[in-house]
């Protein structure tokens, strides 16, 4: 989709992935210096596992902007949603796209708590594309200095830019095959190192 891309990634979600991490990675390592040989390997298997689930939950999802749409790629799967496609942005939860068809959310823009909206500060809330507004106030989840709030406001700029553009192209989603082979890969190591 498109040539010119812009990626946008949850900067907490990268920060949450390399603490599970670290955590993993230490753990790991003493149990290889302190452990019995017999036990390397199911260890090895199982901090690996924790590893890919922590990459694939925090670290991989993202959107990418371009001219023709938005990519929203989540855990497994990619969802390509045309830009007069979307009918309405939202982030009461999450970045949640709109369509004719059905809601896409995005994993990797998380929408904030309550308390959010308490601390903010009103510049905040300003300068916003004008679609973020509902009754002249904005969500938590708007504010730009969330995941959900920055991802939004870019999507929103370029939709209003873009969403009465000519296109045939349909919004279309696909599984990744290959992230779910490497997951139940790691599962089946596991378990059959749990049944030895």
């Known amino acids: 989709m498109g040539v010119n891309k812009e990626r946008l990634g949850s900067k907490s979600g990268r920060v949450l992935a390399l603490v599970l991490i670290a955590v993993v990675a230490l753990g790991l390592i003493n149990t290889l210096f302190s452990a019995d040989v017999h036990s390397h ?19 991989q999802p993202h959107i990418t902007l371009s001219d023709q749409g938005v990519i929203i790629v989540s855990l497994l799967r990619t969802h390509e949603i045309p830009w007069p496609r979307i009918l309405r942005i939202d982030t009461r939860w999450a970045l949640e796209l709109f369509t004719e068809e059905r809601k896409y ?10 308390h959010v909206g308490l601390l903010a500060s009103k510049d905040q809330g300003e300068h916003l594309p004008k679609t973020t507004y509902l009754a002249g106030t904005v969500r938590p989840g708007d504010l730009v200095n969330t995941d959900s709030g920055a991802a939004a406001a870019r999507v929103r700029t370029l939709w209003e830019e873009k969403r009465n553009q000519i296109s045939n192209e349909q919004t279309r989603t696909t599984w990744s095959k290959a992230k779910l082979f490497v997951l139940l890969f790691l599962l089946g190591t596991n378990a059959v190192l749990i049944l030895l």
């Open 41 to 59: 390997g199911s260890s090895l298997a199982f901090s690996a596992l924790l590893i890919y689930v922590a990459w694939l939950l925090f670290w």
């Open 105 to 114: 959310t995005a994993w990797s823009a998380p929408a904030p708590g309550r």
